[in-house]
């Protein structure tokens, strides 16, 4: 079940698009969360076990251990926060959280046709006790080549 809040959801591009002899080659799912529980957001633990779980639950490969590290302050719009990624067959997944200012954002890019890009808003609403998102999805490589060339 959602948690209470707005959301916002934004299909970008239409899926059939594509012209003869090209298909669409993935989808990129962005995510933008906030008043977030901050707790949450620096906890490296949650977000290691967030990258492990989700492309498993996704059936996605993971072809690299999940990477999360702690950042500074860098400049006035980053007050410092966690970033974590793994690499998987299918291309990646994605976190940098901003826990002074209740705030993520997350990156799922996949060379598949489709991504349950509600039940992953479910999950990452549920994680980080997120009150607010804005989802953008964009279809990929709207021209790929059906075949080798």
Known sequence: MPLAGSFAYIEMVERDQTHPGFETFGVHMMLDGYDADPVRLADKALIAQLLHRIPAELGMHTIAPAQVVEVGPKNRKDPGGLSGVVMIAESHLSFHTF???????????????????????????????????????QRRGLRFPRANL
């Open 99 to 137: 826990p002074a200012r209740r705030f993520l954002t997350a990156d799922l890019y996949t060379c598949q046709n489709d991504l349950e890009t509600g039940r992953i808003t479910l999950m990452l609403q549920e994680a980080f006790a997120m009150r607010d998102v804005d989802v953008h999805v």
